[in-house]
Antibody, heavy 119, light 108 residues
Framework: EVQLVESGGGLVKPGGSLRLSCAASGFTFSNAWMSWVRQAPGKGLEWVGRIKSKSDGETTDYAAPVKGRFTISRDDSKTTLYLQMNSLNTEDTAFYYC??????????WGQGTLVTVSS | EIVLTQSPGTLSLSPGERATLSCRAS???????LAWYQQKPGQAPRLLIY???SRATGIPDRFSGSGSGTDFTLTISRLEPEDFAVYYCQQYDSSSYSFGQGTKLEIK
């Protein structure tokens, strides 16, 4: 059974930083392209970024609103995905979901972790 | 950047009825790159359809997807009580992904 378990969410002040983790199991993590998707409370889904597998170059891509502030990385030995978030602002308040990419769609999702940016 | 517009914003139907949800793209999207998701309150989204018309694992055959170019449709042939939820379409283009704003399917 595929499991994606996010952690690291919480309350942070504007301008602050936070690192999210996603512990993966039940599939070959090293072969998977992974992504983060967020959802502001009561709002729609927004893609954050993606990281390819190491064999595909471990390339990252980001949505415009987070480019230059957020960094996605992975540790295949720990089957864990990370999202480093810097220079946070109130518009980054959201549930952050870890997902696996199947082709061009998001197949498996974690339960999400809430990040609240507020003074 | 491709923008996806879903309609209607809210759809009120009764169990047993047929639901037709629309997703229109601001420019042509490859059918291979179009997906649909279902999200219930307090839950993560669930992949329903990928490649515009292929059902994901475990998805009942009352769910079907169709369309090409800029116009795509999700059809639920006969609504069950558990189908009332929010539905999102999603596309991929040039190393970027985007979602529509969602259609809320509510019980009439």
């Amino acid at each position: 059974e595929v499991q994606l378990v996010e952690s690291g969410g919480g309350l942070v002040k504007p301008g602050g930083s936070l690192r999210l983790s996603c512990a993966a199991s039940g599939f070959t993590f090293s072969n998977a392209w992974m992504s983060w998707v967020r959802q502001a409370p009561g709002k729609g889904l927004e893609w954050v970024g993606r990281i390819k597998s190491k064999s595909d170059g471990e390339t990252t891509d980001y949505a415009a609103p987070v480019k230059g502030r957020f960094t996605i990385s992975r540790d295949d030995s720990k089957t864990t995905l990370y999202l480093q978030m810097n220079s946070l602002n109130t518009e980054d308040t959201a549930f952050y979901y870890c997902t696996t990419l199947r082709g061009y769609s998001f197949k498996y999702w974690g339960q999400g972790t809430l990040v609240t940016v507020s003074s | 950047e491709i923008v996806l517009t879903q309609s209607p914003g809210t759809l009120s139907l009764s169990p047993g009825e047929r639901a037709t949800l629309s997703c229109r793209a601001s420019q042509s999207v490859s059918s291979s790159y179009l997906a649909w998701y279902q999200q219930k309150p307090g839950q993560a989204p669930r992949l329903l359809i990928y490649g515009a018309s292929s059902r994901a694992t475990g998805i009942p055959d009352r769910f079907s997807g169709s369309g090409s170019g800029t116009d795509f449709t999700l059809t639920i042939s006969r609504l069950e009580p558990e189908d009332f939820a929010v539905y999102y379409c999603q596309q991929y283009d040039s190393s970027s992904y985007s979602f529509g704003q969602g259609t809320k399917l509510e019980i009439k």
